[in-house]
């Protein structure tokens, strides 16, 4: 009897100690530290669907990779669920790793303005809701500036006025599993055939900047 109340009280312990004192699982942390690798530098953009985003930004010579993510909300480590019932306050957001020497921020800003259409206010496409916002999320004074003019220069581009946002990158977090390169594992899928695929070659007819393919 000692040995079974022995074992039932370890692993009560264990059970408590993967739980917070509310009695539920501890949430993962999917923040990403604000920090490029050397020589390296981030960007962070909200534009639609970040399936489309991430497609469009990784085939930019100089990028190094986008992740799929969240930012601009006041929740924690958001759920995909959670970020589509519009309550976070986050919008589906590409974290964006770039090489500056070979692409610079104003050439990021340039393939935004060129891949969605920034004066649908809560809108991108078939997607509805604050969390499809278009939004640039800039890590400092220089990008912000940058995006100001970046606002300036494509406002004639466009038949209505430009409703992009302009946050400063508080905190990113990272999409589940699932939502990164979601374009490559799932090619065939109706979305990604039917608004992914057409947004990325309206995007390479506008796009002047160097491509990987």
Not at 20 to 27: C, D, I, L, R, T
Not at 168 to 175: I, N, S, T
Request: glycine fraction near 6%.
């Amino acid at each position: 009897m000692k040995n079974l109340i022995r074992s039932l009280t370890g692993f009560l312990a264990l059970c408590l100690l993967a739980c917070n004192s509310s009695g539920q699982a501890k949430k993962t942390d999917t923040s990403i530290k604000l920090t490029a690798p050397k020589g390296k530098a981030i960007a962070a953009f909200a534009e639609g669907c970040f399936w489309c985003s991430e497609h469009i930004f990784e085939e930019i010579a100089g990028v190094d990779s986008a992740v799929s993510g969240y930012a601009g909300g006041h929740v924690k480590n958001p759920t995909y669920k959670q970020v589509c019932s519009e309550t976070t306050g986050h919008a589906e957001t590409v974290l964006v790793y770039y090489n500056p020497k070979v692409v610079s921020y104003s050439d990021l800003l340039d393939a935004f303005f060129s891949s969605h259409d920034p004066t649908t206010l809560n809108r991108q496409g078939p997607d509805v809701g604050t969390s499809y916002r278009s939004a640039i999320f800039y890590t400092d004074a220089s990008q912000l500036e940058q995006a100001k003019q970046a606002i300036r220069k494509w406002t004639p581009s466009f038949k209505k006025p430009i409703v992009t946002q302009l946050e400063p990158l508080k905190a990113f977090y990272r999409a589940e599993e699932y939502h990164q390169n979601y374009e490559e594992y799932n090619p065939s899928s109706a979305y990604i055939q039917g608004v992914s695929v057409p947004r990325f070659n309206a995007f390479k007819q506008k796009c002047k900047l160097q491509l990987k393919h």
